[in-house]
């Protein structure tokens, strides 16, 4: 597929905002776009696969972390461009709400490094983050504590 096909349509992707109380999980990119950002975890969605599902397997193959998905609570846009701006994707991310059920979070190939982080701490300089990463973390955190049950308590 030649680089302007690619560009030409939409690619349909998923992001797991995976919380255990008033921490998000998040994994540092190893490869473009991105790569050494700390963001959500997430990749694109299989053919025949529901967002969910996307979000549970992203999620376990970055983080070794096993997920609950409890709601799709909005989407994004994130566009890929090579250095002359040339489009070269336009990822349309799905983002899903999760719960975290067990397991310590562990890198896997495509990601340098995976922790949890409490929100506050998302607003140190140091950290390079992902587009968005801090506004989705707040608005997360405010999604789940209206969801009845209270699906976050860790």
Request: glycine share 10%; net charge negative; aromatic share 6%.
């Amino acid at each position: 597929m030649s680089e302007s096909s690619r560009a030409a349509h939409p690619v349909p992707a998923v992001i797991g905002v995976v919380l255990r109380g008033q921490d998000v999980l998040l994994v540092r990119r190893a490869n473009p776009p991105d790569a050494g950002c700390w963001g959500f975890p997430g990749g694109k969605i299989e053919p025949g696969e529901p967002v969910a599902d996307a979000a549970v397997r992203e999620i376990a193959e970055e983080t070794s972390v096993d997920v609950e998905a409890l709601d799709v609570f909005t989407a994004l846009d994130a566009f890929d461009r090579d250095a002359d701006g040339t489009l070269r994707y336009h990822f349309v991310l799905v983002v899903v709400l999760c719960r975290w059920l067990r397991g310590a979070p562990v890198a896997g190939d495509d990601a340098l490094d995976t922790r949890w982080f409490g929100v506050a701490e998302l607003d140190r300089d140091d950290l390079p983050m992902s587009a968005g990463v801090r506004d989705v973390a707040r608005r997360a955190v405010e999604r789940a504590a209206g969801l009845d049950g209270s699906p976050c308590e860790s």
